[in-house]
């Protein structure tokens, strides 16, 4: 099994910058696809970013393009968000997941985070 523990969230003024963590267990961490997710109170839960096993292939969603680093650390079994220029849609609890391969649907991957709530004030 795969757990996932998130960190780093909090308040940011608007322009500012966050990095959230997600610390993973497991024996097998870098056979993972990991991925960002968010959700806004009465909003649907909406793709992030996600990167490949090695870390070689990112892939973002157009609202944080040029904005958001997805990295990893396999051997501190652990992915980053690197969130810069935050504005206030960016609003949201972020949760980290683990999936088989990369890839923009939830459906794509088995284990999430408890989430971390991230607030941007303008």
């Known amino acids: 099994q795969v757990q996932l523990v998130e960190s780093g969230g909090g308040l940011v003024q608007a322009g500012g910058s966050l990095r959230l963590s997600c610390a993973a267990s497991g024996r097998t961490f870098s056979t993972y696809a990991m991925g960002w997710f968010r959700q806004a109170p009465g909003k649907e839960r909406e793709f992030v970013a996600c990167v490949s096993r090695s870390g070689g292939s990112t892939y973002y969603a157009d609202s944080v393009k040029g904005r958001f680093t997805i990295s990893r650390d396999n051997a501190k079994n652990t992915v980053y968000l690197q969130m810069n220029s935050l504005k206030s849609e960016d609003t949201a609890v972020y949760y980290c997941?683990?999936?088989?391969?990369?890839?923009?649907?939830?459906?794509?991957?088995?284990?999430w985070g408890q989430g971390t709530q991230v607030t941007v004030s303008s």
């Open positions: 997941a683990s999936g088989r391969t990369v890839g923009s649907s939830e459906r794509a991957y088995d284990y």
